[in-house]
């Protein structure tokens, strides 16, 4: 992280600071934005192979594309999802609640 950067990051810092991670690692080479995996299989059972099967999200045919990989992460991200908590007391805050999706 630059030394010059917030503790708390905007969203458009920390998109800089993504970009810049990708950018010293040489990364970008193996980032596919606009890209829907349709299927993962394992492809051994000591998990070693996995055979993914994606499409790009904006090309009109039904066209996948498959490829060996020797390892995938799944990262869906934290807050794709509401999942408000509830807790003793919620009824009477007179704030509002929101969860960290609808945070801009």
């Not at 503790?7 to 920390?14: A, E, F, I, R, V």
């Not at 039904?62 to 908590?85: H, Q, R, W």
Request: one cysteine or more; aromatic letters at 12%; hydrophobic letters at 30%.
């Amino acid at each position: 992280m630059p030394d010059d950067f917030p503790n708390y990051l905007h969203h458009s810092k920390l998109l800089e600071y993504l970009r810049l991670y990708a950018d010293h690692f040489q990364l970008q080479q193996y980032i596919r934005l606009g890209t829907e995996v349709m299927s993962l299989e394992q492809q051994s059972d000591d998990g070693r192979q996995w055979s993914v099967t994606t499409k790009k999200m904006k090309d009109s045919t039904d066209a996948t594309t498959s490829e060996l990989f020797d390892a995938v992460m799944v990262c869906v991200g934290i807050n794709s999802y509401t999942n408000m908590p509830s807790f003793n007391g919620q009824n009477e805050f007179e704030g509002e609640l929101i969860h960290g999706v609808k945070y801009r």
